[in-house]
């Protein structure tokens, strides 16, 4: 564990939504004589199997039983001589810890044989009756028995608004890597999962019937809970989960069935989710409750956090079969609870559980929220937009929502890499954390925000499998891998298929030219200031490649990125000597503070190209051409620069409608922009200069209604600023004509016409 375990019980999971849960510490340093906790059963585990039971699943006198161990039945008959005992797991024999279930999985089990319920006939002490027998050397621990009771404070509910803890923790990153698949599945285990329209369709099981606090009508706890680790995401409709397409299982603790206890529930369902035959199966488990006892059920006057040890060892034996569980390091602390910030939390605070605090929208720790020892690291928890009842969305606050966007995230790392272990998951979640937040890190770790806020890119991309110092030749299939230290790729295909993610890190050189392509169904990442050169990039239907700050894409002679599916470059990245061909499919962005240089774009029918404030030098002979749809935004006082690499360059040329031009300069072009029999052309804050012919051509092509002549500006062009021949054009001849007569130099206004300034042959020949 990562904390001593406390000898105080446990008889309630109580739920983190929003309320705020502290326990005190003076209550964990509490001798037992001085707590009471009156119950009438237990749970107790022996080191050996000390009691011979003819009948595993019956309840017998203890006074009755045959005893292996001659101490025994003295110790327990004087607590209570009409003692009876039973089987915990009546179906599970000491052969059963090592098997191989149905599947062909190898399952390690805890020896549950060894664990037997105690009915007393009268009501007892538990922390008596556990100082008693625990002193006896086959006794390994006693549980007390334990409810659901989910405790809700919602904070104001604000109504739908923008998932800023996705943004915070660059999930929109980890989606380009992947966005998850539905054979990976999270288990909710809570109160159980209420319909809703946005998550109906990615819950594997049933589950148990939900139940809805009778306090707060219409709200669900794990409804809320599943909601930000998995609802359905781009489907239109309400929110988006980090968890995208991964799978969830309803494991509803709140309401057993009859004959069942919370033992068997949480044991049952911690065991389902590693055996792959159960509707319980899954990767990942959420916990966003604690363990709690009080001594007075159900009218607490003391309520505690508390270590299970039934609950513990469960937890240890879903860890050891590869589960990955995320539980919620704690709240504020209401009313009712005896313990204070800061407490020990459990399921959160066992070993090998990764625990999640809460951190808010300024990367900062929220005041009055628990933190520990135990914390690995935080996750945003505050106005946290998610479902609740009746297909509605509201805010809420608390770690309980930061558990699942973890989990939501870990789902996404076994997309790519799912024989990813605990501890795997764990070590790569606490390095790629952002060192956030007003408290010092000693050792890259603090006790408020564990190694830091999470970071869903880095996480996904540090999952991925590394492949280094490779020589690739001919023909290879790459799927769910990270490329790094220089690999060679040359003579031959390199093919990612849909569903599959590789990132190219460092650097990757193919060599050969067009005898090097990469052909992307999947998903394509070249990583931070990673080179990618000599490399012919097909990018299919369905198919995404995103090229991060810093990076180069850099080409040989005659190198293409082709495009059908779609291309993100991010600001600060570099095209070099690449020709773009995007199809009628393809999807283009070239972001902010790009550079590109003597590359050269043509977008067919269909395509689209959008760039935002890059700098772009063409050679000869090179420019952009658009039969599909252009679009250019830079920023007013800092625009887009279009201009020559040496002398001259062919411009601009507009064949398909509705393109535009906003925010940018077009410099010593042959002719800065020609648009042929095109309509809608919108310019905002444009200005030509230096072309060697005209600035702008419009040859039957018409401008759009919202274009203002004052934001076009013509400098310096050989011939004319506009050369029109073509269709009438209301809006040129009522607006951009009109100004002609605008003083020199203006600088919102045509501010230089050179050479006749502006040609209307066919246009405005009779007016």
Not at 51 to 61: A, C, F, N, S, T
Not at 607 to 618: I, N, P
Request: proline share 5%; charged share 20%.
């Amino acid at each position: 564990m990562k904390t001593r375990p406390n000898t105080f019980a446990i008889p309630v999971l109580i739920g983190l939504i929003l309320i705020p849960i502290i326990v005190t510490s003076s209550a964990l340093s509490q001798d037992d004589e001085s707590r009471y906790l009156p119950v009438e059963t237990f749970l107790i585990k022996f080191t050996e199997q000390i009691v011979e039971m003819p009948d595993p699943r019956e309840r017998v006198l203890l006074k009755t039983t045959p005893d292996m161990v001659p101490s025994g039945r003295s110790a327990f008959l004087s607590i209570d001589p009409e003692m009876v005992i039973s089987r915990f797991r009546p179906d599970f024999r000491d052969s059963d810890t090592l098997r191989v279930d149905n599947a062909g999985q190898l399952i390690r089990r805890k020896n549950w044989s060894r664990v037997y319920r105690i009915y007393m006939s009268r009501e007892v002490d538990f922390y008596e009756i556990k100082k008693k027998l625990e002193a006896l050397e086959y006794v390994e621990w006693l549980s007390p028995p334990f409810k659901i009771k989910p405790l809700y404070t919602p904070n104001d509910l604000h109504g739908e608004g923008n998932q800023w803890n996705i943004t915070q923790v660059m999930g929109e990153y980890a989606w380009d890597i992947t966005q998850g698949n539905p054979s990976v599945r999270i288990q909710i285990m809570d109160d159980g999962i209420a319909p809703h329209h946005d998550i109906n369709n990615k819950v594997t099981n049933s589950g148990k019937p939900f139940i809805e606090d009778p306090n707060i009508p219409g709200f669900n706890h794990g409804l809320s809970v599943a909601g930000v680790a998995g609802a359905q995401t781009d489907n239109n409709l309400g929110i988006a989960s980090l968890g995208w397409k991964t799978m969830l299982v309803d494991a509803s603790v709140a309401d057993p069935d009859p004959g069942e206890d919370l033992w068997d529930v949480i044991v049952r369902y911690f065991e389902s989710s590693y055996d792959v035959l159960t509707d319980y199966y899954a990767d990942i488990i959420n916990c966003s409750f604690f363990t709690a006892v009080c001594n007075n059920w159900p009218s607490c006057t003391e309520l505690r956090s508390e270590n299970i040890q039934v609950i513990a060892d469960a937890v240890e034996e879903a860890l050891d079969n590869g589960r990955i569980i995320v539980a919620a390091a704690g709240n504020p602390s209401p009313s009712w609870l005896v313990d204070s910030v800061p407490f020990e939390l459990w399921p959160a605070a066992y070993d090998g559980v990764i625990a999640v605090s809460a951190s808010n929208s300024s990367d900062e720790f929220p005041s009055g929220y628990n933190y520990g020892n135990f914390v690995n690291l935080s996750a945003p928890a505050i106005d946290i937009l998610t479902l609740t009842m009746y297909n509605q969305y509201d805010n809420f606050d608390g770690t309980s929502f930061a558990s699942p966007l973890v989990a939501g995230l870990v789902g996404l790392m076994k997309a790519v890499n799912p024989s990813l272990s605990p501890d795997s998951v764990k070590s790569i979640l606490e390095l790629s954390a952002d060192k956030v937040g007003q408290y010092s890190y000693s050792n890259g770790w603090n006790q408020y925000m564990g190694y830091g806020r999470l970071n869903a890119f880095r996480a996904v991309r540090a999952a991925l499998p590394t492949l280094e110092w490779q020589y690739i030749s001919g023909n290879r299939t790459l799927e769910n891998v990270r490329l790094i230290n220089e690999n060679y790729h040359e003579y031959g295909t390199v093919t990612i298929p849909s569903g599959t993610s590789v990132m190219i890190s460092d650097l990757y050189f193919g060599y050969g030219g067009n005898y090097s392509k990469i052909s992307v169904s999947g998903r394509l990442i070249i990583d931070e200031d990673a080179h990618v050169s000599n490399v012919e990039i097909t990018i299919n239907t369905g198919g995404k490649l995103t090229v991060h700050k810093g990076a180069t894409l850099q080409g040989g002679s005659g190198d293409n990125l082709i495009v059908e599916g779609k291309v993100l470059f991010l600001g600060n990245s570099h095209l070099n000597g690449v020709d773009i061909v995007v199809l009628s499919s393809g999807e283009v962005i070239l972001g902010d503070a790009m550079q590109i240089t003597n590359s050269h774009i043509n977008i067919a029918s269909g395509g689209e190209l959008s760039m935002g404030r890059v700098t772009a030098s063409f050679g000869s002979g090179k420019g952009i051409i658009a039969y599909g749809k252009l679009e250019i935004n830079g920023v007013r006082f800092d625009e887009a620069v279009l201009k020559a690499t040496g002398s001259s360059w062919s411009g601009v040329h507009l064949h398909g409608a509705g393109s535009s031009l906003k925010n940018v300069k077009i410099q010593q072009a042959v002719n800065g922009v020609t648009a042929y029999n095109t309509s809608g052309i919108m310019f905002e804050n444009v200005q030509v200069s230096g072309s060697g012919f005209d600035g702008i051509r419009l040859i039957n092509s018409t401008l759009g209604s919202g274009v203002d002549p004052t934001e076009l500006r013509l400098q310096s062009n050989q011939r004319y600023g506009i050369y029109v021949d073509g269709q009438y054009n209301s809006n040129l001849s009522q607006n951009i004509l009109k100004y002609n007569s605008i003083p020199i130099n203006h600088r919102v206004s045509i501010t230089r016409i050179i050479s006749g300034g502006i040609r209307c042959r066919s246009l405005f020949r009779n007016r």
